[in-house]
Each structure stands twice: as structure tokens, then as C-alpha cells.
């Protein structure tokens, strides 16, 4: 009853509020008729007059028939999907017109595409990557000279990009650059390098030392070991195309042999059209005497500030010889990270002796290398543990991956050669341990591969022909050559380092040290053999027993006289490689002072069967 009193009286309070009316307007309604809905409208047609322009029969399409320029200023084009596509149809139309394109579109692709390789998806900058290397592999080097500057630009942008994932990526760029114009990255060091430290370091906060330290790869998806391994085998190969630029600017003052066919023209030119030059060497001569002091000392200045660096990696890496064993056992990254460490040095090496060759220890023995040389020799030799395959670290390639570590042991022998030839009573000790290591590779067959042959023969030439002196305190010299002796004679003879190797014997003949060994005697005078035997001969191998002879070597000569009619008898059979006819084996008969009869009837007998072209000279041999 209570409830309903209340409610009874919150009625009442209701009522008896003032409330506010609104006069009710009444509803206006439109006349009659006009509440009908219009359907007369005009339509207006979208035309887009790019659309229905016919192209031409001749005309680059893609798969959507779309032309280049179409496909070209789509990849500016806010969509990922859109310039993704763009790129897969470029690729598709440079499958087949890769010529046209080049010669056409060449500009408007390299300035369309690689501002792509700092697009933030990685599927659009690979592909921009893959068009480049197509292009780059397609046409000529000098084409890129007047573009070059746009793509270094972009190249040292991405190597300084915030996101890792592009600086990954610039590594594929410039993988491409040193495979195809590996001249002009050369040409832009200065600006090249600097960035590439930048990938695995940065600079001290410290005023005083304007040096380098290596940082952490935070927010990769790879071990910073790993891709310190990525950086440094590209700044290997970074330096080979230096090296490589500087030699051919070494050589390109020498003169050239130029061969005409009288046949064909009765002119002979006596000067060179100065006209006919390319684009890159108009340049180079535009260049000249400005800005070339900066270029050469490129390398040079940052000497110490590599090595720095490359001495903090092998502190990171440096293995623990807790174990007592022959052979210091290396990880397959740590073998890698040696590998790349010694390949940098080397190319340094050679570099700095062809820029200072007066001061080149000076420069490259800085206190850095002497500690990690120190570290090195503590722990010669390395190896790697023989337990089945091993993972191949990426940016590596396969074939230099070797468990015994060859190629790593004789750069740091080489390395140590080239820089003590006054050896003090510390370094004796480490010169014998080097030099053991150095002879159980000539005397054990198979122990290296091919690509380590070359550095033993650069080897060789150090210990024998220029430190043969000093590295006598350390071991019998003559042992050594006698073993070096025995390796070339059992080495194929299609192997291009034989030659090599043999070129660096006939020099011994200069050292009195060893040219009046037992076994070097022995040698000289079997040389002449090789004209009796042998199918083919090199031009240099034959140049050196040339260069013997007119030395007045009594050894050889005498061999030589020996052996007259068996190299006649050969001498229809052998080829000389790298040379048009084979007057020069004619020419070794020269040297002999006296010919006996014998010898001379021989000749005569040579002369009436051998061809029109070298009855002259056997006629001038015997008139001597």
C-alpha cells in the first residue's frame, strides 16, 4: 500500500509542473506532380587518351602491353603490389630486348630503378638489384661512366640506411658493381670506403682518437660474426679491383706492339688518332692533376684505421689452445673471419708497395698488425677439425674452404717473409716453424689445392731470391731449394703455375748462394731437355732458357751443345705458345761458342728440310 501512495504522489508533483509547449506547425507537402523522381540525367564518358593510342609494331610491350616509359613511371607508385609488378615486367621485357633497351632506355632505368634498392620491402629491392645486374652484365663498362655518380650515390646511401635490412641488401649492389665495372668503383674508393667501414663500425667518442670500433648488429637476423664475415669479404674483393685499376694505370704507359698486314694496305700509320679515345678515358684525362693526390691515398690514409678493425675481429674470434695439440683448431667462422683478415692484408701488402716502395714496411707495420701478428704466430699452424661437412659462411665461396687451412698458412708465412729479412733471435724461432710448414707442402704431393699454388711460388721468390741470406741462419737454404727443385718437376705440365715457378728457379742463377748447389747444377743442365721431349713450350718458359743463354751460363750451354740433334729432330713437333713461329729455339744455338762439325752438319741437314723462314737465321748460326 505504501508503494502505491508513493507513485500516486510523484504523479501529481508531474503534473503539476510548468511544462513548455511548442506550437505544432503543420506538415508542407509539394504539389502535385512533383514528387516524382527525375531520371533524365547526363552522363559524360571518361575517356583517358593514353589508353587508346595504338602502339607500334616495332615497340618494346610487356606481357599487359605496356611500353617501357609506362612500366617506368609506375615504379614510383605508392602501392607495394604495383611496383613489384612493374619490375617483374621489366625483367620479363629485358629477357628478350635487352640490347634495345640498353641502347634506348638506359638512363631512364638507371634513374628509375635504383632509388628502389632504398625501397623499405625487401621483395622490391631485390628485384631492382636483379635489373641492374642484368643491365650492368649487358652492356659495355664505359656506358655507366656518365651514370656512375647516381649509382654510388644510392649505393653509399643504402650502406648507411638506418634499417639493417637494407644494408644487407647494398651488399648485393655492390656485389654486382664489382663484377662488371669494377674499374669505376676503383676509380670512386675515396667515397666507397669510408662507407663500407661504416657497416661494421663507427667512430670513437673519444676527441682524441679519431679511430674506428667495430659495433653490435642489434635487430639482424644474422650473428654479428657472420656478418662481419659478409663486410669483409666484400671490402676483399674491394680491394683486388683496386689493385687491379692500379696495375693497368702502371702498365698504360708502356708501349704497345702493333702488327700490320702489309697484304692488305701499303701504308704504315706512325701515329695514333688522339680522337679515338672512350668516354672513361676522356675522362680520366679531365680528372688528371685534380684531385688525384685525394684518390691515390685513399687507401693509404685509412691504413691504420683497417688495421684496427680487422684486429678487433680477430680478437672477438681468437681461439682458446687450452688443448695441446700440433695444429690449432679453428670454427668454420673463425677459419673464415682468418681467411678474409689474411686477404685483406695481402692485397695491402702489394698495394702499399706499389705506392711507397721505399717506405711500404713503415706504413703497414702498424702497432695494430704487430699485435695481431703476434697472436697469429703464437698459434701457427691452424686447421680445421675433420668431422664431415662444414657450413660454408655466406658472401664465401665453397672452393676456399679447406680444413687443412693451406691457403691461410702461407699468407701469414708470406706476410712474415716479406716484411723481417733482418731476422732477430725471436723471429728465428718463428721463421723456423714457418719454414717447416713451408716444406712439408712442397714435399707432401696433394697437401694444397691449385688457388694456394700461386702464393707458394710468390713464396718461394721471397725466401730464395731476396732473403736467402737471413733465412739461411734458420735451416740448410740448399735443402730447401732441393725440395723446391723436386715440386716443379712433379707438377703437370698444363698448370699455369709451373710456368711461374719456373720463372722464379732460372733467376736463382743470380744468387751465388745457391747457383753453385749440387742439385741446382743438376737442374740447369737438364733444361735443355725440354726442348727434346715435350709437345708444346710457353713463350715465357722459352724467353727464360733464352735469357740463360745469353747470361753465358757454361752449364747450360754445354747441355745445350749436347743436345742439338734431338731438339732438331723435335723441332717440327713442338708449338711454342703465345708465339707466331719458333726462331727462338734457333736463336739459343746462337750462344754456343764453338760448334764441332758434328753439330754443324746437323744444322745443314735442318736447314735443306726445315721452312723458308728460318734458313736465314740456321745460315747466320753457321757463318758465326
Not at 638506418?162 to 662488371?180: A, G, H, P, R, V
Not at 674508393?189 to 679519431?210: A, G, T, W, Y
Not at 710457353?538 to 735469357?547: R, T, V
Not at 749436347?562 to 731438339?567: A, F, G, H, L
Request: charged fraction near 25%.
Amino acid at each position: 500500500m505504501g508503494k502505491n501512495q508513493k507513485h500516486k504522489k510523484m504523479l501529481k508533483s508531474e503534473k503539476a509542473k510548468v511544462k513548455m509547449r511548442v506550437k505544432s506547425e503543420k506538415t508542407k507537402f509539394l504539389p502535385k506532380g512533383l514528387n516524382v523522381t527525375k531520371t533524365d540525367f547526363k552522363v559524360k564518358a571518361i575517356v583517358l587518351p593514353e589508353q587508346l593510342k595504338s602502339h607500334g609494331g616495332s615497340e618494346l610491350l610487356s606481357k599487359r602491353k605496356l611500353n617501357v616509359k609506362d612500366i617506368l613511371s609506375r615504379l614510383n607508385h605508392h602501392n607495394v603490389s604495383v611496383k613489384n609488378d612493374c619490375c617483374e615486367e621489366l625483367k620479363q621485357v629485358m629477357v628478350y630486348h635487352i640490347e634495345e633497351i640498353v641502347d634506348q632506355y638506359l638512363s631512364q632505368i638507371l634513374h628509375g630503378v635504383t632509388p628502389l634498392i632504398l625501397d623499405k620491402e625487401k621483395k622490391v629491392r631485390v628485384n631492382a638489384i636483379k635489373i641492374l645486374d642484368t643491365i650492368l652484365e649487358k652492356a659495355e663498362g664505359t656506358k655507366f661512366v656518365p651514370f656512375f655518380q647516381i649509382l654510388a650515390s644510392y649505393l653509399r646511401c643504402s650502406m648507411t640506411n638506418i634499417d639493417k635490412n637494407i644494408q644487407e641488401d647494398s651488399l648485393l649492389f655492390l656485389d654486382s658493381l664489382l663484377k662488371y665495372v669494377p674499374h669505376l668503383v676503383a676509380e670512386n674508393r675515396e667515397k666507397i670506403l669510408p662507407n663500407l667501414f661504416s657497416l661494421i663500425s663507427k667512430f670513437r667518442n673519444d676527441s682524441k682518437n679519431m679511430g674506428r670500433t667495430l659495433t653490435i648488429n642489434l635487430g639482424s637476423k644474422i650473428t654479428a660474426v657472420k656478418w662481419r664475415i659478409q663486410v669483409l669479404s666484400r671490402l676483399n674483393s674491394f680491394l683486388s679491383a683496386v689493385l687491379s685499376a692500379e696495375k693497368q694505370t702502371n702498365t698504360k704507359g708502356t708501349c704497345q706492339e702493333i702488327v700490320i698486314n702489309a697484304g692488305d694496305s701499303s701504308r704504315i700509320p706512325i701515329h695514333v688518332n688522339p680522337y679515338k679515345r672512350n668516354c672513361l678515358e676522356l675522362r680520366l684525362a679531365d680528372d688528371e692533376g685534380r684531385g688525384d693526390e685525394e684518390k691515390e691515398d685513399a687507401i693509404m690514409k685509412n691504413m691504420k684505421v683497417l688495421m684496427g678493425l680487422l684486429y678487433e675481429v680477430w680478437l672477438e674470434v681468437i681461439p682458446d689452445r687450452s688443448m695441446e695439440t700440433e695444429n690449432t683448431l679453428l670454427t668454420s667462422d673463425t677459419a673464415a673471419v682468418l681467411g678474409c683478415i689474411l686477404n685483406i692484408l695481402y692485397l695491402q701488402l702489394d698495394y702499399c708497395k706499389r705506392k711507397s716502395p721505399a717506405d711500404y714496411k713503415k706504413e703497414f707495420c702498424t702497432t695494430d698488425y704487430q699485435n695481431f701478428m703476434k697472436s697469429v704466430l703464437s698459434q701457427f699452424p691452424f686447421s680445421q677439425p675433420s668431422d664431415g661437412k662444414k657450413r660454408i659462411s655466406k658472401g664465401l665461396d665453397s672452393s676456399s674452404v679447406d680444413p687443412k687451412c693451406v691457403k691461410e698458412n702461407l699468407t701469414v708465412c708470406y706476410l712474415f717473409a716479406s716484411l723481417n729479412h733482418n731476422l732477430s733471435p725471436v723471429q728465428v724461432t718463428h721463421a723456423q716453424n714457418l719454414l717447416n710448414y713451408f716444406t712439408t707442402c712442397l714435399v707432401t704431393r696433394g697437401y694444397m689445392h691449385d688457388s694456394s699454388s700461386t702464393l707458394l711460388v710468390e713464396l718461394v721468390s721471397t725466401i730464395l731470391l731476396k732473403n736467402a741470406n737471413s733465412w739461411s741462419r734458420t735451416q740448410d737454404i740448399e735443402d730447401v731449394l732441393k725440395k723446391t727443385l723436386n715440386f716443379h718437376d712433379f707438377l703437370a705440365h698444363s698448370l699455369k703455375v709451373k710456368d711461374e715457378l719456373f720463372d722464379t728457379l732460372c733467376d736463382v742463377t743470380t744468387i751465388p748462394l745457391l747457383n753453385r748447389t749440387e742439385c741446382y747444377q743438376k737442374w740447369l743442365s737438364n733444361l735443355p731437355l725440354i726442348l727434346t721431349t715435350r709437345k708444346t713450350i710457353s713463350s715465357k718458359m722459352l724467353d727464360k732458357l733464352l735469357l740463360i743463354a745469353k747470361q753465358g751460363n757454361t752449364l747450360f750451354l754445354s747441355a745445350l751443345e749436347e743436345n742439338v740433334n734431338s731438339i732438331l729432330k723435335n723441332f717440327s713437333t713442338i708449338q711454342v705458345e703465345g708465339k707466331p713461329n719458333k726462331m727462338h729455339i734457333l736463336y739459343l744455338f746462337y750462344y754456343i761458342k764453338d760448334l764441332n762439325l758434328v753439330e754443324r752438319d746437323h744444322l745443314r741437314s735442318f736447314k735443306s728440310d726445315c721452312e723458308m723462314i728460318y734458313k736465314p737465321t740456321v745460315d747466320y748460326i753457321l757463318c758465326k
